[in-house]
């Protein structure tokens, strides 16, 4: 019985993945899609029926394009970082609160945090190790960024703990059965989203990635597969801040067809976004962390105890 566990586990568990890794070329092939009739001209339409196929195909010509290296790189850290990055972007997705023990697990939030708290390392490493100076600002801005608005994450996190009592995301089921979170808190909503944004590194606080004044930024020294890997890992993390959204705020029934509508949704909203808006000043960007969002997530905490406390 014990090995017929483990056995599951790990067929559901690379299944989790494939499924991941597929919706993320789906994703890319939308957002090109959306950007595309944003900006009044068409996506990819040429590969396969209305260009379905195109993201294979840039996934076959990046994994088989010549690897290459920075001379004075630091060579281990840097050709292990991106592959690093996409594990703790897929690792996260065990926490998904599907209902059965082999994912849920009482602490869920703890585990979610501790995997995003990690993924700055790899930025980090992967924009020193390159031994550029647009890599290195690159990956100094993402840190100094994701630590601010990390702190915001988790205060907000820290009330629905207080608001739930408990850390399993099951227990946002059972609490949205008849009124979705989104509908009494909307300012909290809007917040974290933003939040999700910044940590993704999606405009308009893409400051890792300002091809304006950093080329590329952290990743510019990396091409075809190391590219390919960080590029998945990106958009990995973009449908997982999606799905938590989901289950935070529009109730968390994740085996109802409409559950991945609103995923879907938005994803479309993290396109949007970029299609619509410029890109932040970076004091901008550190103001609104730590001047706006803090004080906000710290006094909504602070009136979560206060209503739990009420009404115990």
């Known amino acids: 019985m014990f090995y017929m566990e483990k056995f599951l586990f790990i067929i559901s568990s690379l ?11 789906f994703l890319t092939l939308f957002e090109r899609k959306v950007l595309g009739y944003i900006q009044i001209r068409k996506g990819p339409n040429k590969v396969g029926l209305f260009g379905i196929v195109q993201p294979f195909c840039d996934a076959i010509k990046l994994f088989t394009k010549e690897q290459t290296y920075p001379l004075l790189s630091n060579y281990i850290s840097y050709y292990f970082s991106p592959i690093f990055s996409l594990f703790l972007s897929l690792l996260v997705w065990m926490s998904m609160p599907i209902f059965i023990k082999l994912f849920s697990f009482n602490l ?3 585990f979610f945090f501790c995997c995003i708290s990690l993924g700055v390392y790899t930025v980090m490493i992967a924009g020193w190790s390159s031994n550029s100076n647009y890599s290195m600002l690159g990956g100094l801005r993402a840190v100094a960024q994701t630590i601010s608005y990390e702190v915001s994450l988790a205060l907000i996190l820290l009330s629905f703990v207080f608001l739930i009592e408990g850390y399993n995301m099951l227990m946002f089921y059972n609490y949205q059965l008849f009124i979705w979170f989104l509908f009494i808190m909307l300012p909290v909503g809007l917040v974290w989203f933003m939040i999700c944004l910044a940590e993704t590194n999606r405009t308009p606080f893409d400051f890792a990635e300002g091809e304006s004044e950093l080329v590329s930024g952290f990743n510019v020294e990396y091409s075809s597969g190391g590219f390919a890997l960080i590029f998945l890992a990106e958009y990995s993390s973009i449908l997982f801040m999606s ?20 995923l879907m949704f938005l994803c479309f909203l993290f396109i949007w976004v970029r299609g619509t808006l410029p ?19 710290l006094n909504y905490l602070i009136f979560i105890i206060g209503v739990k406390i009420l009404f115990i």
């Open 15 to 25: 299944l989790l993945i494939i499924f991941v890794l597929v919706s993320v070329a």
């Open 108 to 110: 869920g939030l703890l």
């Open 243 to 262: 799905m938590l959204f989901s289950v935070m705020f529009l109730g968390s029934d994740i085996f109802n067809f409409f559950f991945f509508l609103k």
């Open 279 to 297: 890109r932040f000043r970076y004091d901008k960007l550190m103001y609104l962390a730590w001047k706006s969002f803090l004080p906000f997530s």
